[in-house]
């Protein structure tokens, strides 16, 4: 039912996610953000069940920031996915496991850009594309098709949009607006929303 | 900075999960109480999977409650009808409940759950305010709420609340309790509302933090702001006519007639809502109650209106 989509170039990634709260077959929201800000440089994308996803992002967003408030520095991207990952496979095989699926975006000064999938069932990959949700299975030939290493920002923006396209065309579920982002070593930066209607 | 609330307080071993919570409220014991070592040291705690008290009856969910914020403030609306299956368990519960002088509550799911959850909010509210001089946020409520429930998710604990109160300045810190408040409830419905010329001339806030809010929090663990909210099994039909004429710049008696209309329609095509309705309006006076209206007259009303059409 949610999207996420992560694409990272030579020295930015981007990403999207849908803006739907849904519960049952009513979308409560039209504009939700699912993305949580973990640090300057980097975010988090998380779905899945209503309150774990809040819940879990939450957690590991503060945790980051104590990170950084005790030792001075603020964790690498590599360093919180890693993190991140370890806090879902311990609650796994609790009696209480989280049931979300996340995309971590990060610009690291020293190693560039970084991508990581992680799933529920807490494993963890860095990819160079990715992406979460029924979505997934219409968009992953795409970017399999045209993802280039070397995409420019533009480029990558395109590529997201042939994305988006696709799935206005196929999936059932009507996705009508999408939060876009950009990490680079500046940052995070806004970019204007994908809606219906805008190409 | 005291912790009151236990939250982080007690140590647990990674693989569970931190159920620390402000409550220490009596559970009984359950048939066959699961060996677990550390859950001994907490005051209570929630019951494990496994082990459920059988139910004497199936609980059922019906209900409409709505809740949209216009340029006049705030309006909650919900029907009457407590249904448990096919019976009507009692056809004129109050679904919305005031938690202080600017915030009410409307509800939806297991009843008992809603009553309950409602009296801890309000008591948590009213301790937060003793103990720190000033009025909790309702954003800070709603997480206040989710973190409340969050340990019964998974549980068959079903409640859906909407928040709809009005955030005051950080200036203004008095909140003074529901049973002290100014806010009249009224007798006669046209003379509804305390000050409504105010409400009108106040424009919505441009500051983030005060202002009119709705906060829709849910014991899945679903806490969502927004501008408009419809819970429950009439919830459909009650979209359907308010997102065609619901505009910012509706007058209170606008809103009023919109909210009543859409919990009218949810409950003439949901068996499970139906009775009368309630309608509250919150504005930076605090909050103000409508006489309770039989539904039955809305239906006549209806009824009429269509000869008229169909003659006319």
């Known amino acids: 039912m949610e999207y996420l989509i992560g694409i990272q170039g030579p020295d930015f990634v981007l990403v999207a996610a849908d803006n739907v709260a849904a519960s049952s077959i009513i979308q409560m929201k039209h504009d939700y953000d699912k993305m949580f800000k973990l640090s300057e440089k980097i975010l988090l994308l998380c779905v899945g069940e209503a309150g774990d996803t809040v819940q879990f992002a939450e957690y590991i967003q503060k945790n980051v920031q104590l990170y950084k408030m005790r030792n001075g520095y603020e964790l690498s991207p590599s360093a919180a996915a890693n993190f991140t990952r370890k806090n879902l496979a311990d609650y796994l095989r609790s009696r209480t496991p989280y049931h979300v699926n996340l995309l971590l975006a990060g610009y690291d000064d020293a190693d560039g850009p970084g991508l990581y999938y992680m799933d529920y069932l807490s494993s963890l990959a860095k990819a160079p594309f990715a992406a979460h949700g029924y979505g997934a299975f219409l968009t992953l030939s795409i970017l399999d098709r045209h993802y280039r290493p070397d995409l420019t920002r533009d480029e990558a923006l395109d590529l997201l949009k042939k994305c988006v396209e696709e799935l206005r065309k196929r999936f059932i579920l009507n996705l009508h607006s999408f939060t876009v982002r950009l990490i680079d070593k500046e940052g995070i930066h806004d970019l204007e929303k994908l809606t219906a209607g805008a190409k | ?312």
């Open chain 2, 1 to 312: 900075m005291t912790d009151y609330y236990n939250f982080g307080l007690r140590r647990l071993k990674k693989s569970r999960r931190n159920s620390g919570i402000p409550l220490h409220f009596f559970i009984p014991t359950l048939p066959n109480p699961a060996p677990s070592n550390n859950r001994s040291l907490f005051p209570y705690s929630p019951a494990n999977q496994s082990v459920t008290v059988r139910r004497p009856f199936p609980l059922s969910h019906g209900t409409t409650t709505l809740g949209f914020i216009f340029q006049g403030g705030v309006i909650a609306a919900a029907d009457t009808r407590a249904s448990a299956g096919g019976l009507v368990a009692c056809p004129e519960v109050h679904k919305i409940t005031p938690i202080h002088s600017h915030l009410v509550v409307t509800s939806s799911g297991s009843g008992a759950d809603c009553m309950l959850w409602e009296r801890i909010l309000t008591r948590e509210i009213r301790l937060y305010q003793l103990r720190h001089r000033r009025c909790l946020s309702i954003r800070g409520t709603a997480k206040l709420l989710s973190f409340m429930l969050h340990p019964f998710k998974g549980t068959e604990v079903c409640v859906a609340l909407t928040l709809c109160g009005w955030d005051k300045d950080a200036g203004n810190t008095d909140c003074t309790k529901m049973s002290e408040d100014l806010s009249s409830t009224t007798d006669d419905s046209s003379s509804a509302v305390c000050s409504s010329q105010d409400v009108t001339a106040m424009a919505h806030s441009a500051s983030p933090s005060s202002g009119p809010k709705l906060i829709y929090v849910c014991s899945d663990g679903a806490r969502l702001q927004g501008d408009i909210f419809s819970v429950g099994s009439g919830s459909p039909y009650a979209y359907g006519v308010l997102d065609r004429d619901l505009r910012w710049s509706l007058s209170k008696e606008e809103a009023i007639s919109l909210a009543r209309e859409a919990v009218f329609r949810a409950t003439h095509r949901d068996a499970y809502s139906g009775n009368n309705v309630d309608l509250f309006h919150v504005t930076a006076q605090g909050w103000s109650q409508r006489k309770r209206e039989d539904l039955k007259e809305e239906y006549y009303r209806d009824m009429k209106r269509k000869t008229n059409i169909v003659e006319g």
